[in-house]
Protein backbone atom coordinates (compact mmCIF):
# COMPACT_ATOMS: atom_id res chain seq x y z
CA UNK A 1 0.00 0.00 0.00
CA UNK A 2 0.82 3.15 -0.82
CA UNK A 3 2.36 5.44 2.50
CA UNK A 4 0.30 6.98 4.88
CA UNK A 5 0.64 11.32 5.08
CA UNK A 6 4.01 12.02 5.62
CA UNK A 7 3.62 15.32 8.04
CA UNK A 8 1.35 12.90 10.25
CA UNK A 9 3.98 10.02 10.27
CA UNK A 10 6.88 12.02 11.17
CA UNK A 11 5.01 13.09 14.67
CA UNK A 12 5.36 10.81 16.86
CA UNK A 13 2.57 9.75 19.58
CA UNK A 14 1.97 11.31 22.69
CA UNK A 15 4.84 10.34 25.51
CA UNK A 16 2.16 9.79 28.12
CA UNK A 17 0.78 7.04 26.34
CA UNK A 18 3.11 4.55 27.90
CA UNK A 19 2.52 5.50 31.31
CA UNK A 20 -1.36 5.85 31.05
CA UNK A 21 -1.83 1.84 29.78
CA UNK A 22 -0.21 0.95 33.10
CA UNK A 23 -1.03 3.55 35.73
CA UNK A 24 -4.95 2.59 34.06
CA UNK A 25 -4.44 -1.58 35.35
CA UNK A 26 -3.00 -0.77 38.75
CA UNK A 27 -5.57 -1.11 41.13
CA UNK A 28 -5.03 1.90 43.88
CA UNK A 29 -2.91 3.84 41.89
CA UNK A 30 -3.36 7.67 42.87
CA UNK A 31 -3.03 9.71 39.60
CA UNK A 32 -1.52 13.26 40.21
CA UNK A 33 -1.62 12.72 35.98
CA UNK A 34 -4.78 14.47 35.02
CA UNK A 35 -4.62 17.75 33.05
CA UNK A 36 -8.13 18.36 33.91
CA UNK A 37 -9.94 19.74 36.89
CA UNK A 38 -11.76 16.97 39.77
CA UNK A 39 -14.29 19.34 39.75
CA UNK A 40 -17.50 18.18 38.05
CA UNK A 41 -19.20 20.96 36.39
CA UNK A 42 -21.24 22.90 38.64
CA UNK A 43 -24.59 21.99 38.76
CA UNK A 44 -26.40 25.41 37.44
CA UNK A 45 -24.42 24.47 33.83
CA UNK A 46 -25.27 21.33 33.80
CA UNK A 47 -29.15 21.87 34.57
CA UNK A 48 -29.35 24.80 32.25
CA UNK A 49 -27.53 22.51 29.32
CA UNK A 50 -30.38 19.97 30.34
CA UNK A 51 -32.87 22.45 29.71
CA UNK A 52 -31.85 23.24 26.61
CA UNK A 53 -32.08 20.10 25.19
CA UNK A 54 -35.66 19.25 26.74
CA UNK A 55 -36.31 22.97 24.65
CA UNK A 56 -35.51 21.16 21.71
CA UNK A 57 -31.47 23.64 21.37
CA UNK A 58 -30.38 20.26 19.37
CA UNK A 59 -29.27 22.40 16.07
CA UNK A 60 -26.91 23.56 13.97
CA UNK A 61 -25.97 27.03 15.13
CA UNK A 62 -24.18 29.50 13.46
CA UNK A 63 -20.70 28.70 12.19
CA UNK A 64 -19.68 31.44 14.14
CA UNK A 65 -21.34 30.31 17.36
CA UNK A 66 -24.63 31.75 19.37
CA UNK A 67 -24.39 35.47 18.83
CA UNK A 68 -25.57 35.77 22.15
CA UNK A 69 -22.58 33.46 23.50
CA UNK A 70 -20.17 35.77 21.33
CA UNK A 71 -22.32 38.86 23.05
CA UNK A 72 -21.26 37.33 26.94
CA UNK A 73 -17.97 36.61 25.93
CA UNK A 74 -17.22 40.13 24.84
CA UNK A 75 -18.50 41.97 27.07
CA UNK A 76 -16.72 39.24 29.83
CA UNK A 77 -13.27 39.77 28.11
CA UNK A 78 -14.19 43.55 27.91
CA UNK A 79 -14.84 43.75 31.86
CA UNK A 80 -11.81 41.50 32.80
CA UNK A 81 -9.17 42.75 30.44
CA UNK A 82 -10.22 46.48 28.61
CA UNK A 83 -9.92 44.17 25.65
CA UNK A 84 -12.53 45.26 22.48
CA UNK A 85 -13.85 42.24 20.31
CA UNK A 86 -16.85 42.78 18.30
CA UNK A 87 -19.06 39.97 18.61
CA UNK A 88 -19.98 40.34 15.10
CA UNK A 89 -17.13 40.19 13.11
CA UNK A 90 -13.65 39.33 15.20
CA UNK A 91 -15.33 36.08 17.61
CA UNK A 92 -15.75 32.49 16.69
CA UNK A 93 -16.87 29.67 19.04
CA UNK A 94 -14.47 26.86 18.97
CA UNK A 95 -14.54 23.20 19.93
CA UNK A 96 -12.35 24.11 22.94
CA UNK A 97 -9.32 25.68 22.68
CA UNK A 98 -7.95 22.86 20.83
CA UNK A 99 -9.67 23.24 17.38
CA UNK A 100 -8.67 27.02 18.08
CA UNK A 101 -5.44 26.24 18.08
CA UNK A 102 -5.42 24.40 15.18
CA UNK A 103 -7.50 26.78 12.81
CA UNK A 104 -5.00 29.24 13.65
CA UNK A 105 -2.27 27.74 12.35
CA UNK A 106 -4.17 26.87 9.26
CA UNK A 107 -5.15 30.03 8.68
CA UNK A 108 -1.90 31.67 9.69
CA UNK A 109 0.78 29.12 7.97
CA UNK A 110 2.62 28.45 4.67
CA UNK A 111 4.49 25.81 4.09
CA UNK A 112 7.73 26.21 5.67
CA UNK A 113 6.80 28.65 8.39
CA UNK A 114 8.26 29.01 11.90
CA UNK A 115 6.40 29.38 15.02
CA UNK A 116 7.84 29.86 17.71
CA UNK A 117 7.05 28.55 21.50
CA UNK A 118 8.47 28.24 24.59
CA UNK A 119 9.26 24.79 26.17
CA UNK A 120 8.12 23.03 28.45
CA UNK A 121 4.92 23.26 26.26
CA UNK A 122 1.76 21.51 25.97
CA UNK A 123 1.84 18.51 24.24
CA UNK A 124 0.12 19.71 21.12
CA UNK A 125 1.75 22.53 19.72
CA UNK A 126 4.77 20.97 17.93
CA UNK A 127 2.06 18.48 16.55
CA UNK A 128 -0.55 21.36 15.67
CA UNK A 129 2.13 23.53 13.90
CA UNK A 130 3.31 20.10 11.74
CA UNK A 131 -0.01 19.47 10.40
CA UNK A 132 -0.74 22.88 9.17
CA UNK A 133 2.60 22.53 7.47
CA UNK A 134 4.80 24.54 9.44
CA UNK A 135 7.70 24.26 11.46
CA UNK A 136 8.12 24.00 15.22
CA UNK A 137 10.18 26.10 16.61
CA UNK A 138 11.04 25.23 20.38
CA UNK A 139 12.75 27.92 22.67
CA UNK A 140 13.83 26.33 25.83
CA UNK A 141 13.09 28.09 29.69
CA UNK A 142 15.09 27.72 32.55
CA UNK A 143 13.36 26.53 35.97
CA UNK A 144 15.95 28.59 38.07
CA UNK A 145 14.18 31.50 36.55
CA UNK A 146 10.66 29.99 37.26
CA UNK A 147 10.03 28.94 33.67
CA UNK A 148 8.93 32.59 32.81
CA UNK A 149 10.02 33.19 28.78
CA UNK A 150 13.44 34.10 27.94
CA UNK A 151 13.09 36.87 25.72
CA UNK A 152 17.05 36.88 24.23
CA UNK A 153 16.21 33.16 23.52
CA UNK A 154 13.67 34.43 21.16
CA UNK A 155 15.21 37.20 20.03
CA UNK A 156 18.00 34.78 18.74
CA UNK A 157 15.41 32.28 17.65
CA UNK A 158 13.94 35.03 15.47
CA UNK A 159 14.79 33.70 11.50
CA UNK A 160 13.51 35.14 8.49
CA UNK A 161 10.59 32.51 8.01
CA UNK A 162 9.26 33.16 11.61
CA UNK A 163 5.54 33.67 11.32
CA UNK A 164 3.92 33.73 14.94
CA UNK A 165 5.19 33.41 18.46
CA UNK A 166 2.65 31.02 20.29
CA UNK A 167 2.41 31.74 24.25
CA UNK A 168 1.00 30.09 26.96
CA UNK A 169 0.32 31.55 30.24
CA UNK A 170 -0.57 30.62 32.59
CA UNK A 171 1.45 27.55 31.29
CA UNK A 172 0.63 23.88 31.13
CA UNK A 173 2.65 21.94 32.82
CA UNK A 174 5.02 24.67 34.37
CA UNK A 175 2.49 26.68 36.22
CA UNK A 176 4.25 29.44 35.34
CA UNK A 177 2.49 33.12 35.07
CA UNK A 178 4.13 35.47 31.88
CA UNK A 179 5.08 39.08 33.91
CA UNK A 180 3.49 41.54 32.47
CA UNK A 181 6.81 43.15 31.35
CA UNK A 182 8.14 40.30 29.65
CA UNK A 183 4.80 40.05 28.17
CA UNK A 184 5.01 43.94 26.83
CA UNK A 185 8.80 42.66 25.99
CA UNK A 186 7.08 40.54 23.37
CA UNK A 187 5.01 42.38 21.47
CA UNK A 188 7.68 45.07 21.05
CA UNK A 189 9.55 41.89 18.91
CA UNK A 190 6.66 40.90 17.30
CA UNK A 191 5.70 44.47 16.16
CA UNK A 192 9.30 45.09 15.17
CA UNK A 193 9.70 41.53 12.94
CA UNK A 194 6.11 41.50 12.27
CA UNK A 195 5.16 38.40 13.95
CA UNK A 196 1.45 37.19 14.83
CA UNK A 197 1.08 36.53 18.28
CA UNK A 198 -1.28 33.58 19.72
CA UNK A 199 -1.72 33.62 22.91
CA UNK A 200 -4.04 30.32 24.92
CA UNK A 201 -5.03 31.88 27.65
CA UNK A 202 -6.94 28.32 28.67
CA UNK A 203 -5.75 28.81 32.67
CA UNK A 204 -6.38 32.37 32.51
CA UNK A 205 -8.83 32.25 35.59
CA UNK A 206 -6.85 29.95 37.37
CA UNK A 207 -3.79 32.40 38.73
CA UNK A 208 -2.22 32.43 42.44
CA UNK A 209 -1.08 35.51 44.51
CA UNK A 210 -0.21 36.85 41.11
CA UNK A 211 -2.29 38.39 38.15
CA UNK A 212 -3.20 37.27 34.53
CA UNK A 213 -2.11 39.87 31.75
CA UNK A 214 -4.16 39.38 28.33
CA UNK A 215 -1.86 39.43 25.86
CA UNK A 216 -3.91 41.42 23.59
CA UNK A 217 -4.73 44.25 26.04
CA UNK A 218 -1.11 45.72 25.96
CA UNK A 219 -0.52 48.52 23.17
CA UNK A 220 -0.09 47.03 19.53
CA UNK A 221 -1.05 43.58 20.56
CA UNK A 222 -4.54 43.14 19.58
CA UNK A 223 -3.74 43.90 15.87
CA UNK A 224 -1.63 40.78 15.40
CA UNK A 225 -2.67 38.70 17.81
CA UNK A 226 -5.48 34.98 18.05
CA UNK A 227 -6.85 35.08 21.45
CA UNK A 228 -7.32 31.52 22.21
CA UNK A 229 -9.69 31.18 25.49
CA UNK A 230 -12.14 28.65 26.85
CA UNK A 231 -14.22 26.94 29.82
CA UNK A 232 -12.48 24.05 30.49
CA UNK A 233 -10.15 24.84 33.25
CA UNK A 234 -11.96 27.88 34.93
CA UNK A 235 -16.02 26.48 35.53
CA UNK A 236 -14.62 22.45 34.75
CA UNK A 237 -16.40 21.87 31.66
CA UNK A 238 -13.54 20.02 29.71
CA UNK A 239 -15.88 17.50 28.32
CA UNK A 240 -18.22 19.99 26.63
CA UNK A 241 -15.40 21.12 24.42
CA UNK A 242 -16.13 24.76 24.09
CA UNK A 243 -13.74 27.62 22.93
CA UNK A 244 -13.55 30.42 21.47
CA UNK A 245 -10.91 32.59 19.07
CA UNK A 246 -10.94 35.92 19.56
CA UNK A 247 -8.72 38.11 16.62
CA UNK A 248 -8.98 40.54 14.02
CA UNK A 249 -11.61 40.13 11.19
CA UNK A 250 -9.53 39.04 8.62
CA UNK A 251 -8.22 36.65 10.49
CA UNK A 252 -11.39 35.32 11.69
CA UNK A 253 -12.32 35.19 8.49
CA UNK A 254 -9.84 32.87 7.64
CA UNK A 255 -10.04 31.07 10.66
CA UNK A 256 -13.98 30.58 9.94
CA UNK A 257 -13.29 29.29 6.60
CA UNK A 258 -11.51 26.07 7.73
CA UNK A 259 -13.80 26.00 10.91
CA UNK A 260 -16.75 25.61 8.61
CA UNK A 261 -15.85 23.50 6.39
CA UNK A 262 -14.01 20.92 8.96
CA UNK A 263 -16.96 21.53 12.28
CA UNK A 264 -19.30 23.64 10.99
CA UNK A 265 -19.80 24.82 14.47
CA UNK A 266 -19.53 23.85 18.31
CA UNK A 267 -22.28 21.83 19.94
CA UNK A 268 -25.24 23.69 20.69
CA UNK A 269 -25.69 22.31 24.07
CA UNK A 270 -22.12 22.95 25.01
CA UNK A 271 -22.77 26.66 23.52
CA UNK A 272 -25.91 26.96 25.63
CA UNK A 273 -23.72 25.97 28.79
CA UNK A 274 -21.36 28.45 28.30
CA UNK A 275 -24.09 30.78 28.58
CA UNK A 276 -24.64 30.03 31.64
CA UNK A 277 -21.28 29.84 33.22
CA UNK A 278 -20.66 33.45 32.39
CA UNK A 279 -23.78 34.62 33.26
CA UNK A 280 -24.23 32.55 36.91
CA UNK A 281 -20.70 31.09 37.30
CA UNK A 282 -18.65 33.54 38.65
CA UNK A 283 -18.85 32.22 42.84
CA UNK A 284 -18.23 28.60 41.46
CA UNK A 285 -14.99 29.79 39.26
CA UNK A 286 -13.19 31.25 42.88
CA UNK A 287 -14.51 28.37 45.34
CA UNK A 288 -12.42 26.35 42.69
CA UNK A 289 -9.76 28.53 42.45
CA UNK A 290 -9.78 29.28 46.01
CA UNK A 291 -9.59 25.08 46.95
CA UNK A 292 -6.74 24.73 44.23
CA UNK A 293 -4.71 27.81 45.84
CA UNK A 294 -4.63 25.74 49.20
CA UNK A 295 -3.73 22.86 47.49
CA UNK A 296 -1.02 24.30 46.23
CA UNK A 297 0.31 25.72 48.77
CA UNK A 298 0.39 22.61 50.53
CA UNK A 299 1.80 21.07 47.61
CA UNK A 300 4.50 23.15 47.22
CA UNK A 301 5.28 23.25 50.77
CA UNK A 302 5.47 18.92 50.69
CA UNK A 303 7.62 18.71 47.55
CA UNK A 304 10.42 21.23 49.03
CA UNK A 305 10.24 18.91 52.25
CA UNK A 306 10.78 15.98 50.78
CA UNK A 307 13.72 17.08 48.32
CA UNK A 308 12.35 17.77 44.86
CA UNK A 309 12.55 21.23 44.57
CA UNK A 310 10.11 23.62 43.35
CA UNK A 311 9.30 26.98 42.29
CA UNK A 312 5.71 28.19 43.75
CA UNK A 313 3.86 27.79 40.10
CA UNK A 314 1.40 30.81 40.58
CA UNK A 315 -0.59 29.34 37.84
CA UNK A 316 -2.89 26.38 36.72
CA UNK A 317 -3.00 23.46 38.40
CA UNK A 318 0.28 22.20 37.75
CA UNK A 319 3.66 22.25 40.12
CA UNK A 320 7.02 21.01 37.99
CA UNK A 321 9.04 20.08 40.62
CA UNK A 322 13.03 19.29 39.85
CA UNK A 323 13.87 15.55 40.06
CA UNK A 324 17.26 16.15 40.29
CA UNK A 325 18.32 15.14 43.30
CA UNK A 326 17.10 11.25 42.85
CA UNK A 327 19.94 11.02 39.88
CA UNK A 328 16.88 9.92 38.12
CA UNK A 329 15.79 11.21 34.40
CA UNK A 330 12.40 12.13 34.16
CA UNK A 331 10.87 8.81 32.61
CA UNK A 332 13.10 6.55 34.76
CA UNK A 333 11.36 8.42 37.63
CA UNK A 334 7.66 8.19 36.48
CA UNK A 335 8.46 4.50 35.79
CA UNK A 336 9.54 3.14 39.09
CA UNK A 337 7.14 5.70 41.10
CA UNK A 338 4.34 3.94 39.40
CA UNK A 339 5.74 0.29 39.61
CA UNK A 340 6.66 0.70 43.27
CA UNK A 341 4.40 3.36 44.68
CA UNK A 342 1.70 3.10 42.45
CA UNK A 343 1.40 7.48 42.15
CA UNK A 344 1.33 8.28 38.62
CA UNK A 345 2.53 11.57 37.67
CA UNK A 346 3.87 12.65 33.78
CA UNK A 347 7.48 13.02 33.06
CA UNK A 348 8.75 15.98 32.48
CA UNK A 349 10.34 15.68 29.30
CA UNK A 350 7.12 14.76 27.19
CA UNK A 351 6.54 18.59 27.67
CA UNK A 352 9.80 18.93 25.36
CA UNK A 353 13.55 19.01 26.43
CA UNK A 354 13.80 21.57 29.21
CA UNK A 355 11.22 19.35 31.25
CA UNK A 356 14.07 17.26 31.24
CA UNK A 357 14.74 16.80 35.32
CA UNK A 358 11.49 17.40 36.06
CA UNK A 359 7.61 15.71 36.50
CA UNK A 360 4.23 17.40 36.09
CA UNK A 361 2.19 16.60 39.61
CA UNK A 362 -1.58 18.16 38.92
CA UNK A 363 -3.18 19.39 42.59
CA UNK A 364 -6.30 19.07 40.54
CA UNK A 365 -7.27 15.95 42.93
CA UNK A 366 -8.87 16.12 46.20
CA UNK A 367 -6.90 16.57 49.35
CA UNK A 368 -6.91 13.59 51.34
CA UNK A 369 -5.55 11.89 47.99
CA UNK A 370 -2.42 14.70 47.06
CA UNK A 371 -1.49 13.24 50.76
CA UNK A 372 -1.34 10.21 50.61
CA UNK A 373 0.19 10.33 47.06
CA UNK A 374 3.07 13.00 48.87
CA UNK A 375 3.60 10.37 51.22
CA UNK A 376 4.34 7.89 48.97
CA UNK A 377 6.48 10.02 47.14
CA UNK A 378 8.57 11.06 50.08
CA UNK A 379 9.09 7.20 50.74
CA UNK A 380 10.13 6.61 47.38
CA UNK A 381 12.41 9.85 46.66
CA UNK A 382 13.95 9.06 50.28
CA UNK A 383 15.65 5.27 49.28
CA UNK A 384 17.27 7.60 46.37
CA UNK A 385 18.06 10.84 47.45
CA UNK A 386 21.85 11.25 46.73
CA UNK B 1 -4.63 37.51 61.41
CA UNK B 2 -6.15 38.93 59.03
CA UNK B 3 -10.05 38.35 58.65
CA UNK B 4 -10.07 37.00 55.00
CA UNK B 5 -7.72 34.04 56.57
CA UNK B 6 -9.47 33.54 59.24
CA UNK B 7 -12.75 32.83 57.17
CA UNK B 8 -10.26 30.53 55.30
CA UNK B 9 -9.51 28.57 57.88
CA UNK B 10 -12.66 28.31 59.42
CA UNK B 11 -13.84 26.88 55.73
CA UNK B 12 -11.17 24.77 56.08
CA UNK B 13 -12.06 23.14 59.09
CA UNK B 14 -15.50 23.12 58.24
CA UNK B 15 -15.27 21.22 55.77
CA UNK B 16 -12.95 18.70 57.27
CA UNK B 17 -12.14 19.18 61.58
CA UNK B 18 -9.15 17.16 61.30
CA UNK B 19 -6.76 19.09 59.36
CA UNK B 20 -3.66 20.07 60.85
CA UNK B 21 -2.92 23.11 62.31
CA UNK B 22 0.43 21.96 59.81
CA UNK B 23 -1.52 21.94 56.82
CA UNK B 24 -3.87 24.64 57.21
CA UNK B 25 -0.46 26.84 57.69
CA UNK B 26 0.70 25.87 54.14
CA UNK B 27 -2.43 25.87 52.71
CA UNK B 28 -2.81 29.96 53.54
CA UNK B 29 0.52 31.05 54.01
CA UNK B 30 0.67 31.73 57.41
CA UNK B 31 2.88 30.19 60.32
CA UNK B 32 1.53 27.18 62.74
CA UNK B 33 1.33 29.40 65.57
CA UNK B 34 -1.03 31.97 64.32
CA UNK B 35 -3.02 28.80 63.45
CA UNK B 36 -3.46 27.37 66.62
CA UNK B 37 -3.35 30.61 68.17
CA UNK B 38 -6.82 31.56 66.00
CA UNK B 39 -8.11 28.49 66.85
CA UNK B 40 -8.07 28.79 70.43
CA UNK B 41 -9.55 32.56 69.70
CA UNK B 42 -12.28 30.90 67.93
CA UNK B 43 -12.91 28.24 70.37
CA UNK B 44 -13.20 30.81 72.98
CA UNK B 45 -15.03 33.07 71.81
CA UNK B 46 -17.70 30.19 70.63
CA UNK B 47 -17.54 31.08 66.86
CA UNK B 48 -15.95 27.30 66.84
CA UNK B 49 -18.76 25.44 68.83
CA UNK B 50 -17.46 21.60 68.34
CA UNK B 51 -16.13 19.45 66.16
CA UNK B 52 -17.99 16.67 65.02
CA UNK B 53 -18.06 13.66 62.83
CA UNK B 54 -20.79 13.30 59.77
CA UNK B 55 -22.35 9.62 60.19
CA UNK B 56 -24.14 7.80 57.70
CA UNK B 57 -26.22 5.56 60.42
CA UNK B 58 -28.41 3.99 57.76
CA UNK B 59 -24.99 2.55 56.58
CA UNK B 60 -23.45 1.34 59.99
CA UNK B 61 -27.53 -0.66 60.25
CA UNK B 62 -28.84 1.61 62.82
CA UNK B 63 -32.37 2.51 62.30
CA UNK B 64 -33.00 6.08 63.28
CA UNK B 65 -36.22 7.99 62.61
CA UNK B 66 -36.42 11.87 62.14
CA UNK B 67 -39.38 13.79 62.10
CA UNK B 68 -40.64 17.62 61.47
CA UNK B 69 -42.93 18.76 64.14
CA UNK B 70 -43.87 22.05 63.55
CA UNK B 71 -45.74 23.83 66.73
CA UNK B 72 -48.33 26.11 67.37
CA UNK B 73 -47.62 28.40 70.60
CA UNK B 74 -49.08 31.45 71.63
CA UNK B 75 -46.60 33.61 72.48
CA UNK B 76 -46.22 35.20 76.17
CA UNK B 77 -45.64 39.24 77.00
CA UNK B 78 -42.09 39.97 77.42
CA UNK B 79 -40.60 36.67 76.15
CA UNK B 80 -42.12 36.06 72.91
CA UNK B 81 -41.30 32.53 72.21
CA UNK B 82 -38.28 31.88 73.23
CA UNK B 83 -39.38 30.21 76.91
CA UNK B 84 -41.48 27.53 74.77
CA UNK B 85 -38.51 26.82 72.57
CA UNK B 86 -36.16 26.60 75.70
CA UNK B 87 -38.34 24.18 77.35
CA UNK B 88 -38.54 22.13 73.93
CA UNK B 89 -35.04 22.34 73.05
CA UNK B 90 -33.89 20.32 76.10
CA UNK B 91 -35.16 17.44 75.49
CA UNK B 92 -31.95 15.36 73.90
CA UNK B 93 -34.37 14.12 71.44
CA UNK B 94 -34.85 17.77 69.70
CA UNK B 95 -32.24 17.47 67.15
CA UNK B 96 -33.28 21.21 66.19
CA UNK B 97 -35.59 23.98 67.01
CA UNK B 98 -36.46 26.86 65.05
CA UNK B 99 -38.85 29.74 65.17
CA UNK B 100 -40.21 30.34 61.54
CA UNK B 101 -42.25 31.91 59.70
CA UNK B 102 -45.87 30.97 58.27
CA UNK B 103 -48.99 28.78 59.56
CA UNK B 104 -46.47 28.29 62.28
CA UNK B 105 -44.42 29.28 65.07
CA UNK B 106 -41.83 26.89 65.77
CA UNK B 107 -40.43 23.74 63.55
CA UNK B 108 -39.13 21.01 65.93
CA UNK B 109 -36.88 18.04 64.32
CA UNK B 110 -37.14 15.13 66.53
CA UNK B 111 -35.27 11.71 66.44
CA UNK B 112 -35.85 8.55 67.72
CA UNK B 113 -35.38 5.07 67.11
CA UNK B 114 -38.70 4.20 66.25
CA UNK B 115 -41.55 5.41 65.06
CA UNK B 116 -43.60 5.18 68.09
CA UNK B 117 -40.86 6.19 69.92
CA UNK B 118 -41.16 9.97 68.53
CA UNK B 119 -44.68 9.64 68.26
CA UNK B 120 -44.76 9.01 72.27
CA UNK B 121 -42.39 12.13 72.63
CA UNK B 122 -45.12 14.19 70.52
CA UNK B 123 -48.13 13.52 72.57
CA UNK B 124 -46.50 12.89 75.91
CA UNK B 125 -43.68 15.71 75.98
CA UNK B 126 -44.48 18.30 73.24
CA UNK B 127 -48.59 18.52 72.92
CA UNK B 128 -48.83 19.37 76.38
CA UNK B 129 -46.46 21.85 76.76
CA UNK B 130 -48.13 25.03 78.41
CA UNK B 131 -49.28 27.82 75.32
CA UNK B 132 -48.67 24.61 73.09
CA UNK B 133 -51.69 24.98 70.71
CA UNK B 134 -51.42 22.35 67.83
CA UNK B 135 -48.73 20.17 66.87
CA UNK B 136 -48.48 19.05 63.09
CA UNK B 137 -46.20 15.83 62.35
CA UNK B 138 -44.19 14.77 59.17
CA UNK B 139 -41.86 12.02 59.27
CA UNK B 140 -38.94 11.62 57.16
CA UNK B 141 -39.11 9.20 54.75
CA UNK B 142 -36.08 9.15 52.94
CA UNK B 143 -32.81 12.13 53.62
CA UNK B 144 -31.19 12.38 50.58
CA UNK B 145 -29.18 16.23 51.35
CA UNK B 146 -28.57 17.33 55.10
CA UNK B 147 -25.83 19.73 56.40
CA UNK B 148 -24.65 20.17 52.83
CA UNK B 149 -23.24 16.05 52.40
CA UNK B 150 -25.29 14.56 49.56
CA UNK B 151 -26.32 10.26 51.02
CA UNK B 152 -25.95 8.89 47.91
CA UNK B 153 -23.06 6.71 46.52
CA UNK B 154 -20.11 8.92 46.03
CA UNK B 155 -20.00 9.59 42.09
CA UNK B 156 -16.40 7.88 41.08
CA UNK B 157 -13.90 10.24 39.15
CA UNK B 158 -14.64 9.81 35.51
CA UNK B 159 -11.71 11.22 34.47
CA UNK B 160 -8.92 9.31 32.32
CA UNK B 161 -5.80 8.35 34.73
CA UNK B 162 -3.45 10.67 32.45
CA UNK B 163 -3.89 13.32 30.47
CA UNK B 164 -1.89 16.02 29.23
Known amino acids: MKPLSQAVTSVPPSGIRRFFDVAAQLEDCISLGVGEPDFVTPWHIREAAIWAIEKGFTTYTSNYGLFTLRQRIAAHLKARYGVDYSPESEMLITVGVSEGLDISMRALLNPGDEVIFFEPSYVSYAPCVLFAGGKPVPVPTDYRLGFQPDVQRLREAITARTKAILLCYPNNPTGAVATRAVLEEIVRIAIEHDLYVITDEIYDRLVYDAEHTCIASLPGAAERTILLGGFSKSYAMTGWRIGYACAPAQIIEMMMKVHQYTMLCAPIAAQKAAEEALEHGEPEVERMRREYDRRRRLIVERLNEIGLECVPPQGAFYVFPSIRCTGLRSEEFTEQLLWEERVAVVPGNVFGSSGEGHVRLSYATSLPKIEEALHRIERFVSKRRR | ?164
Open chain 2, 1 to 164: MEPEKQKALLEILEQDARTTPEQVASMLGVDIEQVQRTIQQMESAGVIRRYKTVIDWDRFGEERVFAFIDVKVSPAREVGFDDVAERIYRFPQVHAVYLVSGDHDLRVIVSGRTMKEVAAFVAERLAPLDRVQATYTQFVLKRYKEDGEVYAETEPDRRLVMAP
